[in-house]
């Protein structure tokens, strides 16, 4: 190679890695909470958790090598036309193809190995991450129930559990109805606790120091107990069959090599739409890798034609370029689907324009543009004039914030929203090609599309905005310190500190602006996701209850279980059957009613032809029937509220339920660790931008690459450690303001610790 295609591809590698690393942790940030999930509630081993991991990272590369190219290709051109060495190569008698040369070779030697990795590597990994994941969903209680919701694993099942066990694996405070449409016998088992056990390809509950209660509906004074150390039930007939089954279902065309999609074209019997979405994913699996080729063929002169611009500039026309690109192959798929272009074109239409793009820009960046740049300075003179009189004419009115602030919020607030946009188009683009395939599938309405994207980029946003702070802190501060305005800042007696201090006031303001949204927003946005994600998939809005059985029971504020058939029109419950536990779980009154009607006068349940058992250790103490009894109890919008989770409750919400929730005397570790993070949360944004100030005067003269690098790191550690001590505190190892706040307090003691050794 020679000393020129060295310097070139030189230009091009710092970045394109900078941008992979960037492009994949902001991927994997879902990715890291879910596993640490997992691994502090001991559902998954470490070794789980890694393996699992490591089979999520072959889809992210897929897409993150080609991305990650273009902006290598944009930021390193870009510097050397910048830089005018591109200038000085012509005019030293070397031709653009120098340049082409290179960058080209590069790529295609990275388009060959995406190929590679996508039709051999990519395929074997989703099929091993999807059995892998359905196992583990099917062995642990975490991912089958939540607790204190009701699920119906099989027909005639009803299973309740309180709390999951310390080990991750077990759960406390089991409640299991057996035979609901058994008219003969009405058996409820009350167990102290309760696991699964796999066992020769069975799924088994195995309970332990169990009660089960047998009475008969026609006569109710027939009541038998019969208690048990151990009891196992068939929770699963085949779990292997299931497993099985589930990854059939979802190993869909994306997910197949390339020998499988081509005997799907090869069928006789294969409907023309499979036959199409099988000729679809056959392009893409070359189109795809071939797309690191025409990036760099559109970037090369567009890095030339905006020479000026900068790493901003770069950032901003790899953004364009991918939104041009995913928008032509979404739409691509949608039309062979649809049978209005071929399979062929439609995926390769994305690089042929692409190319033609770069074509075009290719002859321009030739031309002279210096009468066009004379016009341009031409038109700047009067609107600087204008800029130098509004400046005279406010400067004794605007004190606050001086010259020095707008000039530096002016750099940050660019800089962040280069981040921003980046990482929120990253966002949409990775979540739409994991969910093509249902939405090709099922069709859903563009309006349920559309609103699933707007809810989901709020929610992203949120979760990324003390991140994007905290590199466009570092990059900000860092080009001061690369040119020197620092020292020139320090000469004319203003402190680094001063320097960085508009920073950390806007990065405040931002806190109260986050906590807002956060408080009124997020979570509407929340449930409008939720619901527009199930719509996608298939499934009723409401799919939380799957049910109609599930539907019918409901756990009530005061820590009863109330059962009843489908409800009458008005306030009235048909059969209602009402189950009181002691401390231990342990069942100690069962009431059963024909019916039940609600007096909102004195705010309680009217019951009315039924009975009541007292009971003691599995034994009856009392058996009564009544005409009439009253009993208090929720109000009936209570039976058919949805189930919310922390992120759909406001602060004042989820404070009301967890304190409820705490008079009954159940635990609320994770709905106070959720409570803390509700305030905890926000202040991250600030907290970023403090820790980002010293160490972009430390790491400001490498360069901008190098504070965007420090800032993945940053914000990889932060992130590993809030995920860590935030489950910790769910599952009531740590206290919940502690596993809350530890965070925010070491990374701030560590930023005032820097702040006060920086040399100002």
């Known amino acids: 190679m020679r000393l020129l295609s060295r310097s070139v591809v030189r230009e091009i590698w710092p ?101 590679l990795f996508y039709n051999l590597v990519l395929p074997r990994a989703n099929e091993a991450l999807t059995r892998s994941m359905a196992r583990l969903a099917a062995t642990s209680v975490v991912n089958l129930v939540e607790p204190r919701t009701f699920r119906e694993p099989r027909a005639g ?44 390809g069975r799924l088994w509950l195995d309970l332990f120091a169990s009660v089960v209660h047998d009475v008969d509906p026609a006569n109710p004074s027939r009541y038998r107990t019969n208690r048990n150390e151990f009891q196992r039930i068939l ?65 090369i002169p567009l890095a030339d034609t905006f020479r000026r611009g900068g790493k901003g500039s770069g950032f901003a026309i790899s953004l364009a370029i991918l939104v041009v690109y995913y928008v032509l192959i979404s739409n691509g798929e949608s039309w062979a689907e649809d049978g209005r272009m071929s399979p062929a074109l439609a995926m390769w239409l ?37 800029e130098s009189s509004r400046r005279a004419w406010l400067g004794g009115i605007l004190r606050f914030p001086a010259l020095m602030d707008r000039y530096v919020l002016a750099r940050f607030f660019s800089t962040l929203l280069y981040v921003f946009a980046s990482v929120l188009l990253l966002s949409v683009v990775v979540d739409y090609s994991d969910k093509a ?26 979760e990324l905005a003390p991140f994007a702070v905290l590199i466009a802190t570092l990059v900000s501060l860092g080009i001061f310190s690369r040119n020197n305005e620092d020292t020139a800042f320090k000469a004319g007696g203003v402190s680094v500190r001063r320097l960085g201090a508009p920073i950390f006031v806007a990065a405040a303001v931002g806190a109260l602006l986050a906590f807002s949204i956060g408080e009124y927003a997020l979570p509407i946005a929340k449930q409008k996701e939720i619901r527009y994600r199930n719509r996608i998939a298939g499934h009723p809005a409401d799919w939380k209850l799957r049910t109609p059985s599930e539907r019918n029971w409901y756990y009530a504020r005061d820590g009863r279980i109330w059962h009843r058939e489908e409800s009458e ?9 009402i189950y009181q536990f002691d401390r231990e779980f342990d069942l100690v009154r069962r009431t059963s009613a024909r019916e039940a009607t609600w007096d909102a006068d004195s705010r309680t349940w009217v019951l009315r032809q039924g009975w009541t058992r007292e009971l003691s250790g599995g034994e009856t103490i009392s058996f009564a029937t009544f ?14 509220a949805e189930h919310r989770t922390p992120e759909e409750m406001r602060f004042r919400e989820l404070q009301r339920f967890t304190r409820r929730l705490q008079r009954s005397g159940y635990p609320t570790a994770s709905l106070e660790t959720a409570l803390q993070s509700k305030i905890a949360r926000p202040l991250l944004v600030p907290l970023m931008a403090l820790l ?66 920086l040399r100002t």
């Open 15 to 115: 970045p394109f890695l900078l941008g992979f690393a960037a492009y994949t942790f902001i991927l994997l940030v879902r990715t890291i909470f879910l596993m640490t999930e997992f691994f502090v509630r001991r559902s998954a081993s470490l070794s789980e958790v890694g393996w699992l991991v490591l089979l999520s990272i072959p889809w992210i590369l897929v897409l993150t090598l080609p991305m990650a190219f273009l902006l290598g290709v944009l930021i390193g051109i870009g510097r050397l036309s910048g830089d005018s060495e591109l200038v000085a190569m012509r005019s030293c008698g070397v031709g653009p193809w120098a340049v082409y040369r290179p960058a080209l070779g590069a790529a295609a030697l990275l388009s060959a190995g995406v190929f």
């Open 157 to 200: 099942v009803t299973l309740f559990f309180d709390r999951i066990g310390v080990d991750g694996r077990s759960f406390e405070g089991v409640f299991l109805k057996l035979g609901e449409d058994d008219e003969r016998n009405d058996r409820v088992i009350v167990a102290r606790r309760g696991a699964l056990a796999l066992d020769h």
């Open 235 to 299: 929770f699963s007939e085949d779990i292997e069959e299931a497993v099985q089954s589930r990854i059939t279902y979802e190993k869909g065309l994306r997910a197949q090599s390339l020998p499988e999609l081509l005997q799907v074209v090869r069928q006789r019997n294969v409907s023309p739409e499979r036959r199409r979405l099988a000729l679809v994913e056959i392009h893409k699996k070359f189109s795809i890798p071939f797309a690191c080729f025409a990036f760099a063929f559109v970037g």
């Open 350 to 386: 994305p690089n042929l324009v692409l190319i033609g793009l770069g074509l075009v820009a290719a002859r321009r960046s030739g031309k002279e543009r210096g009468r066009w740049t004379w016009k341009l300075r031409r038109r700047g003179a009067p609107a600087a004039a204008v």
């Open 437 to 462: 395939d249902e939405i090709l599938t099922n069709k859903p309405p563009g309006v349920v599309v559309v609103g699933y994207y707007q809810a989901f980029l709020l929610s992203i946003a949120m």
């Open 569 to 577: 029109a008005g306030r009235a419950l048909a059969s209602p059957s």
């Open 627 to 640: 005409l009439e009894e009253r009993t208090a109890g929720d109000p009936p919008p209570a039976f058919s």
């Open 692 to 757: 980002g100030i010293p160490f972009a005067f430390r790491i400001g003269r490498r360069g901008t690459l190098a504070g965007i690098g420090v800032g993945l790191v940053l914000g990889m550690v932060f992130l590993i450690a809030s995920a860590l001590f935030s489950k910790l505190g769910d599952v009531g190892a740590l206290p919940p303001p502690l596993a809350a706040w530890s965070p925010h307090v070491l990374f701030s003691t560590g930023a005032a610790f820097l702040l006060a050794r």
